[in-house]
């Protein structure tokens, strides 16, 4: 299994639709887990961190299943400015510090 | 979280020749990173930049392609040597400071080699 594996994408959604991508991680030690979002031609941006079973900041809602080792981002009631490609980050085999980036999937979100 | 800033923003260089970024952090951290974005690709990391001591560099990257600085827990640099069209990329860096080791990036420097 790679590092980091997330559904490559891309998903053109309708606006207002829910969406939910997957990631699966290798290292059944990682403890903490993150979603960043990057727009294009911009630096990627923390969009949530994910510790225990799940996490939710308001219609984004990640959930961690360290059993099958996967985790989720679901985003609710979609907003055009919710296009941008979303990346799963993992932290490296040999400590914290240093983190493994998914190749990212890629969102647009459809008037 | 830290305000992260880089120069240049942009460069176009000619092949053969070398460029020196800086990464600025507005307060004192502890880790910082290097990364490089291909076109189309994610990131992956070149080196940990170390305070008072040598950078610790991943697989696929060397000192003498990609000397690193870190003279103080503010600011770093990353020079990339000796450049070829292959090195055309975006680089980052990154400073760890949550937590939950998050880390939060500058604005990138956009490289175009001829």
């Known amino acids: 299994r790679k590092e980091v594996e997330q559904d490559p994408g891309p998903f053109n959604v309708p606006e207002g639709a829910t969406v939910a991508f997957n990631c699966t991680y290798s290292n059944s030690a990682s403890q903490s887990f993150f979603w960043y979002r990057q727009d294009c031609r911009k630096e990627p941006k923390l969009l949530m961190s994910v510790y225990s079973s799940g996490n939710e900041d308001g219609r984004f809602t990640a959930q961690l299943n360290r059993a099958s080792q996967y985790i989720s981002l679901l985003i609710r009631d979609s907003k055009l400015s919710d296009s941008a490609t979303y990346l799963c980050v993992v932290p490296g085999l040999f400590g914290n510090e240093k983190l493994t980036f998914g190749t990212g999937t890629r969102l647009t979100i459809i008037p | 979280s830290a305000v992260i800033s880089q120069k240049p923003s942009r460069d176009i260089c000619q092949r053969g020749t070398s460029l020196t970024i800086q990464c600025q952090v507005d307060?004192?951290?502890?880790?910082m990173f290097w990364y490089r974005q291909q076109p189309g690709q994610s990131l992956t990391l070149i080196a940990t930049?170390?305070?008072?001591?040598?950078?610790?560099?991943e697989s696929g990257f060397v000192i003498d392609k990609f000397p690193i600085s870190r003279p103080n827990l503010t600011f770093s640099t990353l020079t990339v040597s000796n450049m070829s069209p292959e090195d055309s990329s975006i680089y980052l860096c990154?400073?760890?400071?949550?937590?939950?080791?998050?880390?939060?990036f500058g604005p990138g420097t956009r490289l175009t080699v001829l």
């Open positions: 990154s400073v760890d400071e949550g937590v939950l080791n998050e880390q939060f």
């Open positions: 930049a170390n305070q008072g001591s040598e950078a610790t560099y």
């Open positions: 307060s004192q951290v502890t880790m």
